[in-house]
């Protein structure tokens, strides 16, 4: 009974190390996480192998006000990660199911359209994460997709065409949104809604796309990060589309809680060998 307990305890650590990782991946705080845990392995072979265990000592205490200070340091990161727990606990979500209306392909065309015309816009796609308290910051508009009442709001001087849209269920759920800006240093140079699309992105899940006034790129922010696409539409077309389809399931990702965890297990357990050629 002993061992079972040992490796379900094992089991347990294992997930949770997973899915921090996991929820860290490609941002500052799992760089530094990375480092924190390269450290660590360091000091517990030094210590054990060389019995090292002044020095293990010192950089104890030393890990330890480390700890403290990766939170205060890396607040937008952590908060979106237990965010994204929090999610979780919303069996009855459905993440990102469009109406049929709004497909990546016609949002791609639209995407185009706007940077052809030179026109600013920003676009948040909600996924696990609500962006609900973003929305009161805009006009509520509630209104199917279309290429048209896009240019509408974010054609120049008209009220709305300052500020994020924000997306749900391949509908326009609110306008003229004040979302939080980046003060990520690499961003200077950067325009505001570049920086206010990075800021969503490292305070949710969301998929944050940005369509410059100035050149006309299309820039997609997620996970704190801003991907930037400058070419002809020919060539943009498809990686803009890949990034939409992963905010866009258009109803095919109606699982249930029970559903998502046992796929996500089966992506974390090792696959047990055929013997024969697979089917």
Same mark, same amino acid.
């Given at each position: =009974?002993?061992?079972?307990? $040992?490796?379900?305890?094992?089991?347990?650590?294992?997930?949770?190390?997973?899915a921090?990782? &996991?929820? /860290?991946?490609?941002?500052?705080?799992?760089?530094?996480l990375?480092?924190?845990?390269i450290?660590?392995?360091?000091?517990?072979?030094?210590?054990?192998?060389?019995?090292?265990?002044?020095?293990?000592?010192?950089? &104890?205490?030393?890990?330890?006000?480390?700890?403290?200070?990766?939170v205060?340091?890396?607040?937008?990161e952590?908060?979106r990660?237990?965010?994204?727990?929090?999610?979780l606990g919303?069996? %009855?979500?459905?993440?990102?199911?469009?109406?049929?209306?709004?497909?990546?392909?016609?949002?791609?065309?639209?995407?185009? =359209?706007?940077?052809?015309?030179? =026109?600013?816009?920003?676009?948040?796609?909600?996924?696990?994460?609500?962006?609900?308290?973003?929305?009161?910051t805009?006009?509520?508009?509630?209104?199917?997709?279309?290429?048209?009442?896009?240019? @509408?709001?974010?054609?120049p001087?008209?009220?709305?065409?300052?500020? +994020?849209?924000?997306?749900?269920?391949?509908?326009?759920?609110? /306008?003229?949104?004040?979302?939080?800006?980046?003060?990520?240093? %690499?961003?200077?140079?950067? +325009? =505001?809604?570049?920086?206010?699309?990075?800021?969503?992105?490292?305070?949710?899940?969301?998929?944050?796309?940005?369509?410059s006034?100035?050149?006309?790129?299309? @820039?997609? $922010?997620?996970?704190?990060?801003?991907?930037?696409?400058?070419?002809?539409?020919?060539?943009?077309?498809?990686?803009?589309?890949?990034?939409?389809?992963?905010?866009? @399931?258009?109803?095919?990702?109606?699982? @249930?809680f029970?559903?998502?965890?046992?796929?996500?297990?089966a &992506?974390?357990?090792?696959?047990?060998?055929?013997?024969?050629? %697979?089917?």
């Amino acid at each position: =009974m002993g061992y079972v307990s $040992a490796i379900l305890q094992i089991f347990i650590i294992y997930l949770a190390i997973y899915a921090i990782l &996991k929820g /860290a991946r490609g941002s500052r705080f799992g760089q530094a996480l990375m480092g924190v845990g390269i450290l660590t392995t360091i000091l517990a072979l030094s210590t054990y192998l060389f019995n090292f265990y002044v020095l293990a000592f010192i950089i &104890k205490y030393i890990l330890f006000y480390l700890a403290f200070s990766t939170v205060i340091i890396f607040q937008p990161e952590i908060r979106r990660m237990l965010s994204a727990v929090g999610a979780l606990g919303n069996f %009855d979500k459905v993440r990102s199911r469009s109406d049929g209306k709004l497909t990546p392909e016609s949002f791609t065309e639209t995407l185009i =359209m706007l940077s052809a015309a030179r =026109m600013g816009a920003l676009f948040a796609f909600e996924r696990g994460i609500s962006l609900r308290g973003y929305e009161e910051t805009g006009v509520k508009t509630d209104a199917a997709f279309s290429s048209e009442l896009v240019t @509408s709001i974010f054609t120049p001087p008209l009220p709305l065409h300052d500020g +994020g849209v924000v997306l749900r269920g391949g509908r326009i759920s609110s /306008a003229h949104c004040i979302f939080p800006v980046s003060n990520n240093p %690499d961003l200077i140079r950067s +325009g =505001m809604r570049h920086r206010a699309a990075v800021g969503l992105s490292e305070e949710t899940d969301a998929l944050v796309v940005v369509v410059s006034e100035e050149r006309g790129t299309i @820039s997609i $922010a997620h996970n704190g990060r801003l991907y930037r696409y400058d070419g002809p539409s020919d060539q943009i077309k498809a990686p803009v589309t890949r990034w939409v389809r992963k905010a866009i @399931s258009n109803g095919k990702d109606d699982r @249930s809680f029970l559903q998502t965890a046992s796929g996500w297990m089966a &992506k974390i357990l090792p696959k047990p060998q055929k013997n024969g050629a %697979d089917l």
